[in-house]
T-cell receptor, first 112, second 114 residues
């Protein structure tokens, strides 16, 4: 079983829809990252969080440490949101604290 | 700032050839890392460095060497390329090891080994 599981693997939505991408992890963590990989391949960091909720524009990220679960929400989705969204966690155990463990990503396509 | 740069963007190698993927950052970051990305799998850590002169192995280090002679540069060497090393390679950097530091990624190098 992977340490980081994302769902769904693929998601197609109509423009304007509210989108949720889920991330579950099996280890204790010090931080969770949400990343966006553009169709051209570049990767950018969207959020880093260790508790609660963060919001940037139409993007909202939440985390529940007790349930080992995080969600990424996109409100009023737009075709330019089409990308792969990647969840990554940094373990809180000292031995592997230097490594990020990545989910396999969610491919989002927003249709006009 | 240029951020994290990688060269080349594309490369085709024959089995057994060697090459070096270049990575540089101009943000004075201590922590740099190399990942490979394969279809259907998450990014996997190859090697990382916590500062000039210090490197360590990640999850999939076999067939790759690294060195860190300066803070800015972190090249990845393929000693004898194999088809299993066909992948997209990303270099990343961050200020330090703390979990709450943003990772900055390079644009990637798409490598094909025939």
């Amino acid at each position: 079983k992977n340490e980081v599981e994302q769902s769904p693997q693929n998601l197609t939505a109509q423009e304007g829809e509210f989108i949720t991408i889920n991330c579950s992890y099996s280890v204790g963590i010090s931080a969770l990252h949400w990343l966006q990989q553009h169709p051209g391949g570049g990767i950018v960091s969207l959020f880093m969080l260790s508790s609660g909720k963060k919001k940037h524009g139409r993007l909202i990220a939440t985390i529940n440490i007790q349930e080992k679960h995080s969600s990424l929400h996109i409100t009023a989705s737009h075709p330019r949101d089409s990308a792969v969204y990647i969840c990554a966690v940094r373990s809180s155990s000292s031995g592997s604290a230097r490594q990020l463990t990545f989910g396999s990503g969610t491919q989002l396509t927003v249709l006009p | 700032n240029a951020g994290v740069t990688q060269t080349p963007k594309f490369q085709v190698l024959k089995t057994g050839q060697s090459m070096t993927l270049q990575c540089a950052q101009d943000m004075n970051h201590e922590y740099m890392s190399w990942y490979r990305q394969d279809p259907g799998m998450g990014l996997r850590l190859i090697h990382y460095s916590v500062g000039a002169g210090i490197t360590d192995q990640g999850e999939v280090p076999n067939g790759y060497n690294v060195s860190r002679s300066t803070t800015e540069d972190f090249p990845l060497r393929l000693l004898s390329a194999a088809p299993s090393q066909t992948s997209v390679y990303f270099c990343a950097s961050s200020y330090d090891l703390g979990g709450f530091n943003e990772q900055y990624f390079g644009p990637g190098t798409r490598l094909t080994v025939t």
